[in-house]
């Protein structure tokens, strides 16, 4: 049996990168997948992607700052499937790379509205479908830069933070019923927003890393997989680096 057999899985941000690698791990280990995301033309193809490998997934375009679009996103979700097991809040901004003196208003507001309120609204649309089968794995892409700061990125880092605040606050509210809440913490992933190979962020980024590389998206994806099933029914309010080391020296 698959891992996630008959699991109903819903994935943000999943389009590109780490979301996109979830998204087809879910798949390729029988979920049911909806991928959301504002970027239409290639998160059909991710899609299609998928069904050609053989796995089962939609795609619904939205951005998860607007709350109907995500009440949209996640009645596709209940109409196509009846449940759902599994939230990934992984969609994020990532600012214009200020401090605290530079980063503007709408730096600020455009980050909370993607990064926290956009997974706390999403996790508000989900949770009264956990709630009527008492179970469910919410999980939270946070980042290092939710455990420890990161240079000029004061509004991004502050909403990772703040992103491990909701994973802990929902996992403590609603574990009596049976839902999970968990955050996962990547490290320096190749993705499209990652410095190209050899360039001296890049090379400063491999220093900070115990395993001396970047992680692949796949990386990440095991560990959500790991956290989406049943293997981790005991887990919850945890945080996890997938980081290579670099959170713990
Ligand atoms: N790549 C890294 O090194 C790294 C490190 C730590 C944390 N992360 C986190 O991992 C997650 C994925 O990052 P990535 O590197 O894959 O980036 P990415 O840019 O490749 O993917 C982000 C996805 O989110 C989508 N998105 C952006 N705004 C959205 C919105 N308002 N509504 C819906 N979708 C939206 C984008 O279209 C894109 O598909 C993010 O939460 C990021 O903060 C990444």
């Known amino acids: 049996m698959k891992r996630?057999?008959?699991?109903?899985?819903?994935?943000?941000?999943?389009?590109?990168?780490?979301?996109?690698?979830?998204?087809?791990?879910f798949a390729a280990e029988g979920a049911w997948v909806l991928l959301v995301d504002v970027d239409q033309s290639s998160g059909e193809a991710a899609v299609s992607g998928i069904a050609a490998a053989g796995g089962l997934a939609q795609f619904v375009q939205t951005d998860v700052s607007a709350t109907e679009q995500i009440e949209r996103a996640v009645k596709v979700a209940k109409e196509q499937r009846r449940q759902i097991d599994v939230l990934v809040n992984n969609a994020a901004y990532f600012g214009d790379g200020n401090d605290a003196l530079e980063a503007t208003e709408d730096e600020w507001d455009r980050t909370y509205a993607v990064n926290l309120k956009g997974a706390a609204l999403f996790t508000k649309a989900v949770l009264p479908s956990m709630l009527e089968r008492k179970n469910g794995s919410i999980i939270?892409?946070?980042?290092?830069?939710?455990?420890?700061?990161?240079?000029?990125?004061?509004?991004?880092?502050?909403?990772?933070h703040g992103l491990i605040g909701l994973?802990?606050?929902?996992?403590l509210?609603?574990?009596?019923?049976?839902?999970?809440?968990?955050?996962?913490?990547?490290?320096?992933?190749?993705?499209?927003?990652s410095p190209p190979d050899g360039t001296p962020l890049h090379q400063r980024q491999v220093s900070k890393t115990m395993l001396a590389r970047t992680g692949e998206p796949s990386e990440v994806a095991w560990a959500a997989l790991f956290l989406a099933s049943d293997e981790s029914s005991y887990v919850t309010g945890a945080v996890m680096p997938v980081d290579g080391g670099w959170s713990a020296f």
Do not use: W
């Open 173 to 193: 509210d609603f574990g009596p019923h049976g839902i999970r809440a968990n955050a996962i913490c990547p490290g320096p992933i190749r993705t499209r927003i």
């Open 4 to 25: 996630l057999e008959s699991k109903v899985c819903i994935v943000t941000g999943a389009a590109h990168g780490i979301g996109r690698a979830i998204a087809e791990r």
């Open 140 to 160: 939270n892409i946070a980042s290092i830069q939710g455990l420890v700061a990161g240079r000029l990125s004061v509004a991004y880092t502050s909403m990772k």
């Open 167 to 171: 994973t802990r606050s929902t996992a």
